[in-house]
């Protein structure tokens, strides 16, 4: 039976998508792992995947077609000996069709072994179309990759009563391939899946265009990574109680420890930045002061063992927080090369989701612009943001009372009083000044 590709879910944000390139043309055959086109995310530029075997019948969707929404079909794959001309004049049955009330919003669509290290990432399954994801008796969602949700509907499984050995528990095909059907009664029924939150609206576009009428203005479309941006961070501040500590720190043991480094380093190449010293110490602190270590969960507060730091990066039209795992574990060395490719890779916007996804605490710098301070806005569910502005020269008391000069950076930690109380949230903050103060600390 001809089975229609739907244009696939490839980020937990993803709404809609550009379809950048087809990499296959109607009549070619396709199997299970073969490219069949870019899809350019809300994040990314990705590789889509195909999971099944078959002929293309035909191109639904134009290369370079814009705001192509998840689900939306964009290709008709044939079996052997089927034809589009058959389908057209009826003699075939039609493509199957999605259950697009139910998978409109399906967030969780990415496929089987989807976000490798090499930042294209594989695409969301193609081929027959995947029930949407089910939620378990808490009402959360129970994440399957698309070929394995549509291998449990064919053989009447529950999803619920699966443990997934995929990524972070994903259920995956071989999961299902062996799984027996539920006793009739035993399955639970999926909740409905809550709406997406949405950014409020404020005044129509409308409106205030009304407002500037006979004004010279520059009308710039907004892409999918710009609404994302706009939804998640008016959330953020709707929802996240944010509560601020503020710290001034001395640099100069750092910056003089930094020199006598790169002197011994510049042999093998290695240069390290003022922000390498920040995240290493930011991770330790984080080890220092576990219960701080934490996101919140909705109705609950997930504490992480390990230190998994996001650091943000500017891009043109928006922002990328690639998050530095283990981060405690790693030398300074390591953290530096690790946070150049992440960066660079960013910037030209091949990151994989695994990459930019989950930790705990964030780090925004912003003193390379000359910003003496600021107060960053959470990245839920992380527990914590660190604002990060610029060192200068300053007058300060010496220990002894007397005047003197020192290099001093201030730095703002936005906390989500949630997950993190005001004591806590200052013990981890001195922690970091600790580090940052007394580096060669950080290194026994």
């Known amino acids: 039976m001809p089975t229609e590709i739907l244009m696939p879910a490839l980020s937990p944000t993803m709404e809609e998508g550009s379809l950048a390139k087809w990499h296959v043309k109607e009549g070619d055959s396709v199997k299970a792992g073969d490219i069949l086109a870019e899809i350019e ?67 969780t669509a990415t496929a089987e072994g989807s976000g490798s290290g090499s930042g294209s990432g594989s695409g969301s399954g193609s081929g027959k179309t995947a029930p949407a994801a089910p939620r378990n008796d808490k009402g959360e969602r129970v994440f399957a990759s698309p070929l394995a949700r549509r291998i449990a509907a064919e053989k009447g499984l529950d999803l619920t009563r699966i443990t997934g050995s995929g990524p972070h528990g994903r259920i995956v095909r071989a999961d299902v391939e062996g799984a027996e059907p539920a006793t009739a009664g035993e399955a639970a029924k999926p909740a409905d899946k809550a709406p997406a939150p949405t950014a409020p609206s404020g005044p129509s576009a409308d409106a205030v265009m009304a407002m500037y009428e006979g004004r010279e203005y520059q009308e710039v479309k907004l892409d999918g990574m710009r609404r994302t941006i706009a939804a998640r961070l ?26 006598e480094l790169h002197a011994r380093l510049e042999p093998r190449g290695v240069k390290l930045s003022v922000n390498d010293f920040i995240i290493k110490a930011c991770a330790q602190a984080l080890q220092a002061v576990p219960d701080a270590n934490a996101v919140w969960a909705g109705d609950r507060v997930l504490r992480l063992k390990p230190s998994d730091v996001a650091v943000a990066v500017a891009i043109e039209g928006g922002l990328f927080t690639p998050v ?46 000359g910003i003496e301070n600021f107060d960053a806005v959470i990245n839920p569910p992380h527990g914590a943001i660190l604002a990060v502005g610029a060192a200068l020269k300053k007058p300060v008391v010496g220990k002894d009372g007397a005047l003197t000069v020192a290099t001093v950076m201030s730095v703002t930690l936005s906390v989500d009083h949630r997950v993190i109380d005001g004591a806590l949230g200052a013990k981890l903050l001195q922690q970091i000044v600790e580090n940052l103060e007394n580096p060669m600390a950080m290194l026994a």
């Open 41 to 107: 995310t809300d994040k990314a530029t990705m590789e889509f995947e195909a999971v099944d075997e078959g002929v293309i019948g035909k191109l639904l969707v134009a290369e370079g077609t814009e705001g192509v929404k998840v689900n939306t079909p964009i290709a008709v794959l044939l079996e052997e000996g089927e034809s589009m001309d058959d389908i057209e004049s009826g003699a075939a049955s039609p493509p199957k069709q999605a259950n697009k009330a139910a998978a409109a919003k399906d967030e």
């Open 234 to 259: 008016t959330e953020a501040k709707q929802t996240v109680p944010h509560f601020y500590l503020r710290r001034e720190i001395r640099l100069d043991a750092l910056l003089k420890f930094r020199a």
């Open 324 to 369: 530095l795992k283990d981060a405690e574990m790693k030398s300074l060395s390591a953290l530096s090369a690790e946070m150049k490719d992440l960066a660079r890779r960013a910037r030209d916007r091949k990151l994989a989701p695994h990459e930019y996804q989950g930790g705990t605490f964030a780090i925004s710098n912003l003193g390379m612009f």
